[in-house]
């Protein structure tokens, strides 16, 4: 097994998700199978209990982890599929600790960040590091890990600790380590600085850890001569000095590491150049052409994204991605209007009128209305304006998760007359409960305590446009994460109204997906098709208009069918989408969306189920031993 460790210096938010997203694509490219470990320093056992607006969107895995939004970027950019264990925390590692103290694992050891902690970490990268996540039953041959944070900090110690000793451990050309830091320009002086990298790098050295590259972001391409400095003062070759420079769109980035060969760096000091004799080369011309065919998009479709957490675009950022690789595959430009749905609420026409008619005049000049998940009962009268509106308009409209409970209680107050109609989360004393707490649920602890995790939907009417979308699908296998579901005691009630339930769970109590037969396109789902959104997935070069549509729709099929409905459907091309012949949807013949049920098992902490392959007599090729 191989390592790369991406580490980030002077201030937080440079990209280093993004980076270590890229470098897997183009090790990727290069033939090998990558894996990705993203390290949080937090206390947290979790991001599940997090708010948006600290750390932005928790992402959900098969496994039901709830983890950090970095994640999200490595199963979005590599394809594979990651499990709870991917994400380290602070929290995890102690409570590890802890647990076999309890235990009595350490004989009566003192326990002490150095060693237990230290190589609680270690051992816990090197397991999780074999763990199979692209389908197969091998284990990668790269694990790339991300190290939250910026260097210096006190939280990130022990990992920074643990990390040096693990270099060691593994020893020279098993480890590589890539550092991100900025190259900012002063509008004073309109130079290029270095200094502050230069601290970084020198913090860096001081606490045991050596940049072999060093990935510079900077608002332009990096000068000539600043390299010269950079290379003279952090003692790292110029070749492996690499410049991420602001782009058009990040999927740019794998295209700016293959240009200025930061593969063949990389390659270099893990040793892996050359397959046979044969130099390896990233073969990213897919990935060129989507990144490419982004940039020449003309023609706008405007959604208006409804939610309580428009401050921050993070919050959504799975969203966001699903309707990019949407619009992308169907030749829309995208433009999101973030709409605050306080503002949307009478309210605040007369207490903030400006921000009401400005909420107002976004959400009716959109061509689709989307409301994602969601916590609280903030702003949710207009999320329930919002899907009036779609409804009565017939405007495309598809609600997520809590998305589709508004829709739900929005039907039973205006369609069926029902004033009373709420979830039992906003007025546990509604007069009407359309949307009940699920009876497995916990209302003492919040972390980890919902329905979580990948589950299956069975679509109930075979002609419903979500069947459809998915190929006329038996079922389909989606992320969840929700502690309210549609109460199913009043779903004959909805039905009777107009309203269908498309897809149940397996004991078809579960309501999953929502439609309105009537309207243009009215979908809800209780779960979430963001998370397993992919930008796409390897298919033959595009030559001519027939081969560019039928790759199109195999792209969109294996990304994210409700996404392209809706980008779809606010387009003009619908009907077009949904006559598509069901033999095209995968390359195996089979109507079935392509997250369909994983084989992954999630391996619980501090157990090895099985040797790790990279030791050879406890020892690594090249290794200086293993803590014990």
Sequence with gaps: MKYVLVTGGVVSGLGKGVTASSIGVVLKACGLRVTSIKIDPYLNTDAGTMSPFEHGEVFVLDDGGEVDLDLGNYERFLDIKLTRDNNITTGKIYQSVINKERRGDYLGKTIQVVPHITDEIQEWIERVAMNPVDGTENPADVCVIELGGTIGDIESMPFIEALGQFSYRVGAGNFCLVHVSLVPVLNVVGEQKTKPTQHSVRGLRGLGLMPDILACRSTQPLEEHVKVKLAQFCHVPIPNIINLHDVTNIWHIPLLLRDQKAHEAILKVLNLQCVGKLPREPKLTEWTERASKFDKLKTPVRIAMVGKYTGLSDSYLSVIKALQHASVALDRKLVVDWVPSCDL???????????????????????????????????????????????????????????????????????????????????????????????????????????????????????????????????????????????????????????????????GKRMEIIELPTHRFFIGTQFHPEFTSRPGKPSPLFLGKASLKLNLILNIIGNCCMFSGLIAASSGQLDQLLQRPCSIISQQGRCISSNGPTKLKPCQNGHVKKPLNGLVNGYYANGNGIHI
């Design 345 to 507: 609420e009478d309210s605040s026409a007369k207490e903030t009128p400006d921000a009401y008619q400005k909420a107002w005049g976004l959400l009716k000049d959109a061509d689709g209305v989307l409301v994602p998940g969601g916590f609280g009962d903030r702003g949710v009268q207009g999320k329930i304006l919002a899907a009036k509106y779609a409804r009565e308009n017939n405007v495309p409209y598809l609600g997520i998760c809590l998305g589709m409970q508004i829709a739900v209680i929005e039907f039973a107050r205006s369609v069926m007359k029902l004033p009373g109609a709420n979830s039992t989360e906003f007025d546990q004393a509604a007069k009407t409960p359309c949307v009940i707490f699920m009876p497995e649920g916990s209302k003492t602890h919040m972390g980890a305590t919902m329905r979580l995790g990948s589950r299956r939907t069975f679509f109930k009417v075979n002609s419903c446009k979500s069947a459809k979308l998915y190929g006329n699908a038996a079922y389909v296998d989606e992320r969840h994460r929700h502690r309210y579901e549609v109460n199913p005691d009043m779903v004959p009630e909805f039905e009777k109204a107009g309203l269908s339930f498309v897809g149940k769970d397996e004991s």
